[in-house]
Structure formats: C-alpha cells, structure tokens
C-alpha cells in the first residue's frame, strides 16, 4: 500500500480489525520512510458494478461518491456515523446482490432514498430534492405533503 504523504510503496500493518459489522478490515498502517500513520479499510467486492446514466452514458461504479452523496443529506443530522457505514454497506451489498452488472441511477437512487427514510426523514427530504431535481419550493411543498399521513381534517 503506496504511503499518502511520502508515496513510499513499503508500509507496514500495525494493527487489523473487522469493522461495519464484519464486512469490511480497518488496517492502522505505518510508513517506516517518514512516519506517517494511516488507515485503510478492505471490503469484499463481489462485482464490478457499472451505474447506466439517465442518458445513456455509462460509468464505474464509486462507493465514495454514493458515501458523499449520503454523508451530505445526513450533514448536522443526529446520526452516528456507524449508523451511516452499516447503511452504505447495505446499499452497496444490495447493489452487488441484484445480480446484474449494469445498474440504472434510478435504481440507485431508490435504494438511498428508501435507506435514507428509515433512518432520517430530513436527509430523506433532503436527498430526494437533488434526486427528484427540485425546482421551486413548490416541489417541496408536494414531497413533504406527501410524507404526512393523512390527518382528520384533511380526510
């Protein structure tokens, strides 16, 4: 593993640990050229995934993106961050369980957006107004309205 401070390609593992729920090794790493400490994360990968655009255009697959995506929506929201991994894991494992290589960005998209309710409605809200394209407060108004259930004066 190529040392990010010094790029030394010779580091040393310190320390390895399961972490996110044994899906994934958290390496502590140690470069002997400068001294640097760093950590790594190794995770089962069952496939090369492949998200088909909207418009046809078609790229690899990037769990960072899909974490920085819901890491933004999830931004000042009270959830810990283990919380978080545990349910990027589980999109990512559900992606690669489908069975198919080619995933649509509309599937992804449902998937974060179903995840993100379960465990926070503003995040959810939050992802579904750069998800759905919002344009005006109008759009907010209709997505949240149709969050509500029904109350008594509105049956």
Not at 117 to 124: E, F, G, H, K, N
Not at 125 to 143: C, G, L
Request: hydrophobic share 35%.
């Amino acid at each position: 593993m190529r040392c990010p401070f010094c790029g030394n390609v010779d580091t040393q593992v310190k320390d390895s640990r399961p972490a996110e729920d044994h899906v994934a090794i958290r390496r502590r790493r140690f470069c002997p050229a400068c001294g640097g400490r760093f950590t790594t994360y190794e995770r089962v990968q069952l496939r090369d995934l492949v998200v088909v655009k909207s418009n046809g255009r078609r790229e690899d697959f990037d769990r960072d993106k899909l974490e920085r995506s819901i890491r933004i929506a999830l931004q000042k929201r009270p959830v810990e961050p283990e919380r978080m991994d545990q349910m990027i894991s589980g999109i990512v494992r559900r992606l690669e369980s489908l069975g198919e290589t080619d995933i649509p960005s509309k599937v992804i998209g449902e998937i974060v957006m179903e995840a993100l309710a379960r465990i926070d409605t503003v995040a959810y809200v939050r992802f579904a107004s750069v998800y759905k394209n919002f344009q005006a407060a109008d759009d907010f108004e209709d997505f949240v309205h149709e969050l509500r259930p029904p109350g008594p004066a509105e049956e």
